[in-house]
């Protein structure tokens, strides 16, 4: 398997372990309350927002969750549900490599049966659930056997203007397997259905065929701006199925564009994923977040960072892509570019440690800290706080005169500096303009060489932590 999946996996258990705060389920359904006028603000809603929500089951736990598909698989299957926390089912289904870790304590109960077909309205409202376990595979529908299985089972919706909507929901460290209609989301949306802004991390295998990260098959329905983990998904003959699983064992059903996405750990690490399905654009009524360098994958979550700017890693460059925002650390490793081009920015308000080459043709505004222990080749701007490190600047050369230097100090532009105040200075000002200078951190002391070839390059070198 390939080392990108474990990187994301484990990533991705680590994020649930810090942010799936609910206790694993104990065995015990309960029946979820509907929201009133009277209890709206104990789920998280105001005054202002609870009327869409009204009289939907609010989802809190675990045992809820199953008390929801009870209600369902019981008969009202027009029941609505919104999720008020994340869930969790069981804990560390999956481990490292993406496989079943062992045998969770708790089954799964997916909600909608082919006798109670749901045909409601599911609101995650950006949350995630969590340790799904399900493994059936005998050849007959969910619950006498694996046949419709998923967060979902069997999803229906009354008529083309009544449709079942599941929407706004992530499932992580889980493990479905089934006969056929088989998915991560749901096992089969047979008509009249909507799958919105869902996305699957978890292990989907069928023994049989129809087998999807996102939906085992969906028939006159509509499946929108989902995404899930290259490699989530195998039919019954071992072969990688796509979003929506194929109607023949041993083939793939071609995800479409803005239907279904798939991406390797190290795709959606990038904010690529999450960039391009908000449409490619960082305005707006936005779905997905990302705050890059620190979420693994796109989350449903506003409190994280817009995405109006990620990477595109091709072999050792790694080239900015519109408006990039770095709030975390970031390591930059040795022999890697990252290439900033003309009309792209880089905003740090965490910390860049460059062990490779930063090369800037467009605008970098750090607000936290660059520790540059390698080359810095600058072209445009750089504003904002100082560098420091052990490495090397490059800056290109405006005229001969820009710069005139001494053995204490040296005169930028006509303004005089003395060396521990004016570098910073310099460095703000983006350009060295035609010397080679190398400082010594610790005294101070300068020796340079002329360079009047205006438009090649000036290079200065520095030792040890001192803010240059």
Not at 116 to 141: E, M, P, V
Not at 308 to 326: F, H, K, N, P, R
Request: include cysteine.
């Amino acid at each position: 398997m390939k080392p990108t999946r474990h990187i994301f996996l484990a990533a991705a258990l680590c994020l649930c372990s810090a942010f799936c705060a609910k206790a694993a389920y104990n065995g015990t359904p309960a029946t979820p309350k509907q929201i009133s006028d009277e209890n709206y603000a104990s789920y998280g809603f105001t005054s202002t927002n609870y009327s869409a929500y009204k009289d939907w089951y609010a989802i809190s736990s675990a045992e809820e969750l199953y008390g929801f598909a009870a209600i369902v698989n019981g008969g009202t299957t027009s029941a609505n549900g919104v999720l008020t926390a994340d869930i969790v089912v069981n804990e560390n289904v999956l481990n490292a490599e993406g496989e079943l870790n062992g045998t969770p304590t708790r089954s799964w109960t997916p909600i909608g049966t082919i006798a109670n077909r749901f045909a409601g309205k599911f609101d995650g409202q950006n949350h995630t659930i969590s340790g799904l376990y399900f493994n059936n595979t005998t050849d007959d529908y969910y619950p006498s056997g694996g046949n419709c299985v998923g967060l979902f089972g069997f999803v229906q919706g009354a008529s083309s203007s009544d449709k079942a909507e599941i929407s706004n929901v992530g499932i992580a460290d889980s493990y479905i397997k089934g006969g056929v209609f088989v998915g991560g989301i749901c096992g089969y949306a047979y008509s009249y259905s909507t799958i919105t802004n869902c996305y699957n991390t978890g292990a989907v295998t069928g023994s049989d065929y129809y087998v999807g990260g996102i939906c085992g098959s969906a028939d006159n329905s509509t499946i929108t701006n989902n995404y899930y983990l290259a490699g989530c998904a195998k039919d019954g003959d071992n072969v990688v199925q796509n979003g929506v699983g194929s109607d023949t064992k041993g083939q793939t059903t071609a995800d479409e564009n803005g239907k279904t996405t798939s991406a390797t750990a190290e795709e959606f690490a990038t904010g690529r994923i999450a960039y391009l399905l908000n449409g490619s654009t960082s305005e707006g009524d936005l779905a997905w977040y990302q705050t890059l360098f620190a979420d693994a994958s796109p989350v449903l979550d506003n409190t994280h960072n817009i995405v109006a700017g990620y990477v595109d890693e091709v072999g050792d460059v790694i080239t900015v892509c519109g408006d990039l925002v770095i709030a975390s650390d970031y390591v930059i490793a040795g022999g890697k570019t990252l290439m900033v081009p003309n009309g792209a920015s880089v905003t740090i308000n965490g910390t860049i440690t460059n062990n490779g080459t930063i090369t800037n043709g467009g605008t970098i505004a750090n607000n936290g800290t660059v520790t540059n222990n390698g080359a810095l080749v600058n072209n445009s701007v750089i504003s904002g706080n100082d560098l420091a490190g052990s490495g090397s600047y490059v800056y290109t050369i405006l005229s001969e005169n820009d710069v005139v230097a001494a053995a204490n100090g040296y005169t930028y532009k006509g303004t005089a500096y003395t060396l521990e105040s004016g570098l910073s200075d310099i460095i703000k000002a983006r350009t060295i303009c035609g010397k080679s200078f190398t400082f010594d951190a610790t005294g101070y002391t300068v020796s340079y060489e002329n360079n009047t070839n205006v438009g090649d390059n000036a290079k200065i070198k520095w030792e040890g932590s001192a803010t240059v």
